[in-house]
């Protein structure tokens, strides 16, 4: 009977501490089971004040918005009588100068009543003309063909008539020159104030429906025209350097067209109007992406520049750009000297282009107050390294004046001296031809097929130091960064539809990659002054 009773109990007990861990193991699945649940709905929680907040800021910002609307469209409203007054006013003071004009038999000898007098009897074919015919004085047309245009009574179907010459498609029986798409940007850059409201200013501009209509129709030509020419490789960068200034100018932006847009300012990203036509072509929200796309081409300088333009110096800090700029042309000029089957004047093509690269950056820190943060003394050093080089390099070889003379500058086969081509000195069919001279330190990017001629004479642009641009320090006289060149002339022999840009460092000039013009027989790793 014990044991029996004991082996129950024994039983009992183990039926109950079985029954016990049962009940513990629920309890700890209940328990997991509440913790992610009360997880679940804090992470709800958590996501629904996240969105709640977003549509309370979203909604901040709209009525924001439409408040500075609606204030916007107020301030147009009363506006509207005082504007038409002055429009008014300003219609008969034009109707009186071009009276005047065309009354007065006088001749004006100077070239500012020159532009009045055209643009007072809407004579748009001679205004043009005489632009062209004066692009050496380009400083002076800036400053006046603004006051000219004003004289016009309807300047913005002036502007319209005088440049369709060339633009969307060159209509000219002989063109010659070649390249007028500087005169296209100066006087489109000229209208702009002249159509500013003078209520509003630019934010509203004074252009009539059919000559907006007319604008859009000439956009859309020169679209139609860029398709045919095989596309953003086939452009002249001129030719869109003048269809975004277009755009900007009568305020045609068309949202389908933003990428064409984008694509445009990043292949001619070195022009120095590009930053500034990209924000007023409705590219902010695109321009980070525009300079990641950038520093991804190895152009540097260009990134910074547009990183300044849209507020994003923080987010991508100069000075490294800066270094990693610097040092893709130290191993450009680091490989031509490695590289024994390489000329001399590879050699020395290639220190130019590190002295260019130098005195960009140097000019950039100095513009943008970097000085704290990447001082130049070392810069300066190497710089004068180059320079000195340079100079060693150009020394006669035999030291003595005899060395010097005619007699020695080619010697004959049979003394056993070297006797080099006498044309040497001469351009090939191959080589670059261009009509608008650089500074004599700068010269194209080394090509597979590119022979470099003898620097040309200074640019017919040049300005004194304090005007300067990158690639422009030490020389006594520096390129305008407003320059307007001359034509540029296609190389035929190589098939290019237009000829890559010679190496005048401008303001930001591009760099393609660390090995700039080796990467491409055909792209210079500097890119060209800036049309302005």
């Known amino acids: 009977m014990g044991s029996a009773a004991a082996a129950v109990t024994s039983s009992l007990i183990q039926d109950s501490f079985a029954q016990l861990e049962r009940q513990r193991e629920l309890i700890s699945s209940c328990t997991l089971l509440w913790k992610e649940l009360s997880d679940h709905f804090s992470s709800l929680e958590r996501d629904l004040?996240?969105?709640?907040?977003?549509?309370?800021?979203?909604?901040?910002?709209?009525?924001?918005?439409?408040?500075?609307?609606?204030?916007?469209?107020?301030?147009?409203?009363?506006?509207?009588?005082?504007?038409?007054?002055?429009?008014?006013?300003?219609?008969?003071?034009?109707?009186?100068?071009?009276?005047?004009?065309?009354?007065?038999?006088?001749?004006?000898?100077?070239?500012?009543?020159?532009?009045?007098?055209?643009?007072?009897?809407?004579?748009?074919?001679?205004?043009?003309?005489?632009?062209?015919?004066?692009?050496k004085e380009v400083e002076v047309l800036r400053s006046e063909i603004p006051l000219a245009l004003a004289d016009c009574i309807d300047p913005a179907k002036f502007v319209l008539e005088a440049i369709s010459k060339v633009f969307p498609v060159d209509k000219r029986?002989?063109?010659?020159?070649?390249?007028?798409?500087?005169?296209?940007?100066?006087?489109?850059?000229?209208?702009?104030?002249?159509?500013?409201?003078?209520e509003l200013g630019t934010a509203r501009l004074l252009v009539t429906r059919s000559v907006k209509d007319r604008a859009k129709e000439m956009a859309e030509a020169w679209k139609e025209g860029l398709e045919q020419r095989g596309g953003l490789e086939g452009a002249k960068p001129p030719d869109a350097h003048t269809f975004l200034q277009h755009v900007v100018t009568f305020r045609i932006p068309a949202k389908e067209d933003r990428d064409l847009y984008?694509?445009?300012?990043?292949?001619?990203?070195?022009?120095?109007?590009?930053?500034?036509?990209?924000?007023?072509?409705?590219?902010?929200?695109?321009?980070?992406?525009?300079?990641?796309?950038?520093?991804?081409?190895?152009?540097?300088?260009?990134?910074?520049?547009?990183?300044y333009e849209a507020g994003l110096q923080n987010k991508f800090p100069p000075v490294p750009l800066l270094?990693?700029?610097?040092?893709?042309?130290?191993?450009?000029?680091?490989?031509?000297?490695?590289?024994?089957?390489?000329?001399?004047?590879?050699v020395v093509n290639a220190n130019r282009k590190e002295q260019s690269a130098i005195r960009a950056v140097m000019k950039c820190i100095e513009d943008r107050k970097l000085e704290a943060e990447f001082p130049l003394e070392n810069l300066q050093k190497r710089l004068e390294n180059l320079e000195k080089a340079k100079a060693e390099k150009k020394k006669p070889a035999g030291g003595g004046p005899a060395n010097s003379g005619p007699a020695n500058k080619r010697t004959r086969a049979n003394s056993g001296g070297p006797m080099p081509p006498?044309?040497?000195?001469?351009?090939?069919?191959?080589?670059?031809?261009?009509?608008?001279?650089?500074?004599?330190?700068?010269?194209?990017?080394?090509?597979?097929?590119t022979t470099?001629?003898?620097?040309?004479?200074?640019?017919?642009?040049?300005?004194?130091?304090?005007?300067?641009?990158?690639?422009?320090?030490?020389?006594?006289?520096?390129?305008?960064?407003?320059?307007?060149?001359?034509?540029?002339?296609?190389?035929?022999?190589?098939?290019?539809?237009?000829?890559?840009?010679?190496?005048?460092y401008p303001v930001y000039g591009g760099y393609n990659n660390c090995m700039g013009g080796y990467s491409n027989s055909f792209m210079p790793g500097y890119q060209q002054a800036y049309y302005r």
């Open 49 to 135: 004040e996240a969105k709640s907040e977003s549509l309370r800021s979203k909604s901040q910002a709209l009525d924001l918005n439409t408040q500075q609307t609606l204030n916007s469209l107020h301030r147009r409203e009363i506006s509207i009588g005082a504007a038409v007054d002055a429009a008014l006013a300003d219609l008969d003071h034009r109707r009186a100068a071009s009276v005047r004009s065309l009354s007065s038999d006088d001749p004006v000898d100077n070239l500012p009543g020159k532009l009045r007098s055209l643009c007072s009897k809407m004579d748009s074919d001679a205004f043009w003309d005489l632009i062209v015919s004066k692009r």
């Open 173 to 198: 029986a002989v063109k010659s020159p070649s390249e007028l798409g500087w005169a296209c940007v100066l006087i489109l850059e000229s209208l702009v104030p002249v159509l500013a409201d003078p």
């Open 262 to 307: 984008q694509k445009i300012i990043v292949n001619f990203s070195w022009r120095r109007q590009m930053p500034k036509l990209a924000m007023e072509l409705g590219l902010e929200d695109r321009m980070a992406d525009i300079i990641e796309e950038l520093i991804g081409k190895r152009q540097q300088l260009d990134a910074v520049n547009f990183a």
């Open 323 to 346: 270094k990693s700029f610097l040092k893709c042309s130290k191993k450009v000029q680091s490989s031509t000297l490695e590289d024994h089957n390489n000329s001399g004047q590879a």
């Open 422 to 449: 006498a044309k040497a000195g001469r351009l090939t069919s191959n080589a670059y031809v261009s009509s608008f001279p650089a500074a004599p330190t700068y010269v194209r990017s080394p090509s597979a097929h």
């Open 452 to 504: 470099y001629p003898a620097a040309p004479p200074p640019h017919p642009y040049d300005r004194p130091a304090g005007h300067g641009v990158y690639g422009s320090r030490s020389p006594p006289a520096m390129r305008d960064p407003y320059a307007y060149p001359t034509e540029e002339v296609a190389n035929a022999a190589l098939g290019v539809p237009y000829p890559s840009a010679p190496i005048s």
